[in-house]
C-alpha cells in the first residue's frame, strides 16, 4: 500500500508578526510520503539541513481552504499550465511572504499526482527533493483535513479568530456535506473555475446539454478544455456525432466476453495504469495474441475495420461514437502509429467505459480515464516486460528502442515512456512528448 500524504506542524514558534493569527500559527512546517520529505531543505546561512519549512500555518490553512475544490478535483491540462492553475495549486500560490518548496498537486479525478523539484527560492535556502508519485484522493481530503484542524485547534487554544480561514473552512465543509453543492463544486472545479466564479447555472446548463454523450464522455470531454472551451466542443461533438462519412467503423463484438468477465469482477486496485495493464493481459489472453506484436492487419481484423484507408482527421482529439459492440471512431492523426495507438486507446475505454457512455473521448488530459486508455494502449501493444526484457539484453538502449518501436508498430516515445513509468530507465531517458 502507498505511503499517507501528510501535512503537519513539527512545532509552534514564538513570533511577532503583525497578523494575530500569523504570530499564533508560526510554526516548522512538514509535508511527507513515507520516506519522501517534500519540504527538505538546505539552510546555506546555518549550513544545515532540515526537514520543516518556518511558515505562518494559518497562510498554508488559508490557501489550502480557498483552493479545496480545485486541489481536489482539477487535471493538469497539457504540459504548460498557466497562470491562474499554478496559482491554485503550486504551493507557492500560497504566498504570505514564504519562500515555499515548489510543490504541485494535480488531480485526476481519482487520485492526487504531487510532484516537486528542487529550487532556490532565496534567502539563501534551497528546497532538495525531486519526486513525483500519486496519493488518493481519500488519503489527499484527509491530510488536508487534519492540517486544517490542527491550525484551527491552535488558534482556538491561544484565542484567536482568523475569519478569513473560518468562513472558508466551513463553507467548504457544509458543501462537501450537501450532495448536490458538492457536485457543482466539483464541476466548477472541473471546469478551471473558482467557487461562483461564473454563474452556477450556466455550470449545470453545460453538462445538461452534454447529457447525449453520457455522464462520463461528458465530464471528461469538458475538462480537457475548461470552461471558455466547453460550449465550442460540445458543439463540435455535436456536428461530429452525425458525419458518417469520416467515421471508421469498429465492431468489437470479439472482445465481448472480456468484457463481461471484466465488468463482473473488475482488477484489483484503483491505480488507473494497473488496472489498464491487468485488462490489457486479459485481451491478449482471451484472443490468444502471447505477447509478441500485433500486426496492423491482425489489429484491423480484431476490430474488424480496414487501417489500410483511414478517414481523414476531423477534430483536435479523437472520438468513437456508438453503443455496445457498434462505434464509429474518428481519428486525430492518420500516421499509423498514431492511429494503432488511438485505436487501442479507444477499445481500452469502450472495454472500461461507464455504462451509458455514447461517445469515447481521447484528450490530452491527465484524468483517471485518459490515463487508463493511454496504459491500456501502450501495454496491448508493446508488453512493457517484454520490452524490459529487450532492452536489459542490448548493448546499445537507443538503437533497442528503435528496434522495439518497429517491431511493434508504436512510436519510440511510448517504448520509452513505459520503461521510464515502471523504473526500467531513468527519467532522463525520457524526450518531451510529440
Not at 527560492?121 to 484542524?149: C, H, K, N, Q, W
Not at 484551527?152 to 491561544?158: A, C, N
Not at 453538462?207 to 472551451?229: I, K, M, P, R, S
Not at 484528450?363 to 529487450?390: D, G, H, I, K, N
Amino acid at each position: 500500500m502507498a505511503d499517507p500524504l501528510t501535512l503537519s506542524v513539527r512545532a509552534f514558534l514564538e513570533s511577532s508578526a503583525f497578523d494575530i493569527a500569523e504570530a499564533a500559527t508560526a510554526a516548522e512546517l512538514e509535508l511527507r510520503s513515507g520516506e519522501v520529505v517534500l519540504t527538505q531543505l538546505h539552510d546555506r546561512a546555518s549550513h544545515t539541513v532540515r526537514d520543516v519549512v518556518r511558515a505562518p500555518a494559518v497562510v498554508l490553512a488559508r490557501w489550502l481552504a480557498g483552493n479545496w475544490w480545485r486541489l481536489r478535483w482539477e487535471p493538469l491540462r497539457g504540459t504548460q499550465p498557466d497562470a491562474d492553475w499554478l496559482l491554485s495549486h503550486e504551493l507557492g500560490g500560497a504566498g504570505g511572504g514564504v519562500l515555499w518548496p515548489a510543490v504541485r498537486f494535480a488531480s485526476d479525478g481519482a487520485h492526487i499526482l504531487v510532484s516537486s523539484r528542487a529550487c532556490s527560492p532565496g534567502a539563501g535556502l534551497r528546497y532538495l527533493t525531486v519526486a513525483s508519485f500519486s496519493v488518493s484522493g481519500l488519503r489527499f481530503e484527509r491530510a488536508i483535513d487534519d492540517f486544517i484542524d490542527q491550525v484551527m485547534r491552535r488558534l482556538s487554544d491561544r484565542g484567536v479568530d482568523d475569519p478569513p480561514l473560518r468562513v472558508l473552512w466551513g463553507d467548504v465543509l457544509a458543501e462537501r456535506r450537501d450532495p448536490e453543492a458538492a457536485l457543482l463544486r466539483r464541476r466548477e472545479a472541473q471546469l478551471g473555475l473558482d467557487p461562483d466564479q461564473v454563474d452556477p447555472a450556466d455550470v449545470i446548463a453545460l453538462f445538461e446539454q452534454g447529457a447525449w454523450l453520457g455522464a462520463g464522455a461528458c465530464e471528461e470531454a469538458l475538462v480537457d478544455v475548461g470552461f471558455h472551451g466547453a460550449a465550442a466542443r460540445l458543439e463540435q461533438l455535436r456536428r461530429l456525432s452525425v458525419d458518417a462519412a469520416a467515421r471508421l467503423p469498429l465492431d468489437l463484438g470479439a472482445f465481448a466476453s472480456t468484457q463481461a468477465a471484466w465488468r463482473s469482477a473488475p482488477a484489483a486496485g484503483d491505480a488507473p495504469w494497473a488496472r489498464a495493464a491487468q485488462l490489457a493481459a486479459r485481451v491478449r489472453a482471451d484472443l490468444g495474441l502471447g505477447d509478441g506484436p500485433i500486426s496492423t492487419p491482425r489489429l484491423g481484423a480484431l476490430l474488424c475495420a480496414d487501417l489500410s484507408d483511414p478517414p481523414a482527421p476531423a477534430a483536435p482529439i479523437a472520438v468513437a461514437f456508438g453503443s455496445g459492440e457498434r462505434w464509429g471512431f474518428l481519428p486525430r492523426k492518420t500516421r499509423p502509429t498514431s492511429l494503432r495507438f488511438d485505436l487501442a486507446r479507444a477499445l481500452g475505454d469502450a472495454l472500461d467505459r461507464p455504462e451509458g457512455d455514447r461517445a469515447l473521448p481521447l484528450t490530452a488530459a491527465s484524468t483517471s480515464r485518459q490515463r487508463f486508455q493511454r496504459a491500456f494502449a501502450q501495454e496491448l501493444l508493446c508488453p512493457v516486460e517484454v520490452a524490459a526484457a529487450r532492452v536489459s539484453e542490448a548493448d546499445d538502449v537507443g538503437e533497442a528502442i528503435e528496434d522495439l518501436a518497429a517491431d511493434f508498430e508504436v512510436s519510440s516515445w511510448v517504448v520509452r515512456t513505459a520503461l521510464v513509468n515502471h523504473g526500467h530507465l531513468d527519467r532522463g531517458a525520457l524526450p518531451a512528448a510529440p
